[in-house]
């Protein structure tokens, strides 16, 4: 096959793809943020950690697996070092402050019944689970 028609083919697929997405988008966003965008993000969320659930569960049973997996889950302490700690650090900086801006945005549609502390909480255990999730896959 020709390099330049593959290309061109991933292109247009990789166009199509943003073409539909852009349109769903506008679509949702026309109806509202609490009438849809809700509604579909509480789905969405759940399906997102089904699949990375059921990658990290096939990547873990992969034969050649095995060394990846004790490479992740027995540290040798001999490499750290101050860049380690420090990428480590702005690491989790990045995350946990996509989860609190996540929690800003949305925390004026919560209700008074639920508590800000819990749900802060909450988002701090999930950013963990997902953060060890990802790295399984």
């Given at each position: 096959?020709?390099?330049?028609?593959?290309?061109?083919?991933?292109?247009?697929?990789?166009s199509?793809?943003?073409?539909?997405?852009?349109?769903?988008?506008?679509?949702?966003?026309?109806?509202?943020?609490?009438?849809?965008?809700?509604?579909?993000?509480?789905y969405?969320?759940?399906?997102?950690?089904?699949?990375?659930?059921?990658?990290?569960?096939v990547?873990?049973?992969?034969?050649?697996g095995?060394?990846?997996?004790?490479?992740?889950?027995?540290?040798?302490?001999?490499?750290?070092?101050?860049?380690?700690?420090?990428?480590?650090?702005?690491?989790s900086?990045?995350?946990?402050?996509?989860?609190?801006?996540?929690?800003?945005?949305?925390?004026?549609?919560?209700?008074?019944?639920?508590?800000?502390?819990?749900?802060?909480?909450?988002?701090?255990?999930?950013?963990?689970?997902?953060?060890?999730t990802?790295?399984?896959?």
């Open positions: 096959m020709n390099r330049k028609n593959s290309l061109d083919s991933n292109s247009f697929l990789t199509s793809f943003l073409f539909f997405s852009l349109l769903l988008t506008f679509i949702l966003l026309s109806f509202g943020i609490k009438n849809c965008v809700e509604r579909v993000v509480k969405m969320m759940i399906l997102l950690f089904i699949v990375m659930f059921g990658l990290a569960i990547s873990v049973s992969c034969f050649s095995n060394g990846g997996l004790s490479f992740y889950l027995k540290p040798d302490f001999s490499k750290v070092s101050l860049g380690l700690v420090r990428d480590a650090l702005n690491q900086f990045f995350s946990l402050s996509l989860g609190i801006g996540s929690m800003a945005i949305f925390g004026s549609y919560i209700g008074k019944e639920k508590s800000l502390v819990s749900e802060a909480m909450n988002i701090a255990v999930l950013d963990d689970i997902v953060a060890v990802a790295a399984l896959i």
